[in-house]
């Protein structure tokens, strides 16, 4: 009964360093999301990916990229890190409601 | 930008107070959803509306859908402690989730 599992929970990063948050649903569901959450700025979409091997820019995609390489994962890496980068993530994965992981807290210093 | 709008940002009530938190979106949207995010933690699904006009009821919770279906509401009568969190409304103009900047609802004992 995993749902949607998010590795790791806490990060720190310096700025510069690149690192992959990872995620993985066991509910077969073709679609999932990665979400940045900041104060006051509510949910915002970075990436989605509505089948295993397909992706698309969100809202704010620049700084990232991703990958689904198969149905049950999708990683969201980050290139160079810089402090604007600090939030929480969320990958999210549903076709008519979205199953939320717990969340990633990343900050760089 | 952000497709769909919510307010207030944040409200707080005394305990036993209603609360009301309003939904718009620039677009007409097939559906919309309704999540709830307790302190620390992840948002998880309330409810989904599709058709125009829907009004639907969860206990003192009560979602309504505009007829435009471009606008939705979220109210909460006689708030409790336990109703502590932030609301976000969700749109889906396309396949992917646009999530509204969410109401941050403080219950004042």
Redesign the interface.
Known sequence: NAGVTQTPKFQVLKTGQSMTLQCAQDMNHN?M?W?RQDP??????IY?S?SEGTT?K??VPDGYNVSRLKKQNFLLGLESAAPSQTSVY?C?SGN????????TRLTVV | GQQVMQIPQYQHVQEGEDFTTYCNSSTTLSNIQWYKQRPGGHPVFLIQLVKSGEVKKQKRLTFQFGEAKKNSSLHITATQTTDVGTYFCAGQPGNQFYFGTGTSLTVIP
Request: no cysteine.
């Open positions: 679609s999301y979400y006051g700025m509510g949910l915002r979409l989605y509505a698309d969100g809202e969320f999210a008519t409601e979205a199953f939320f992981g717990q969340g």
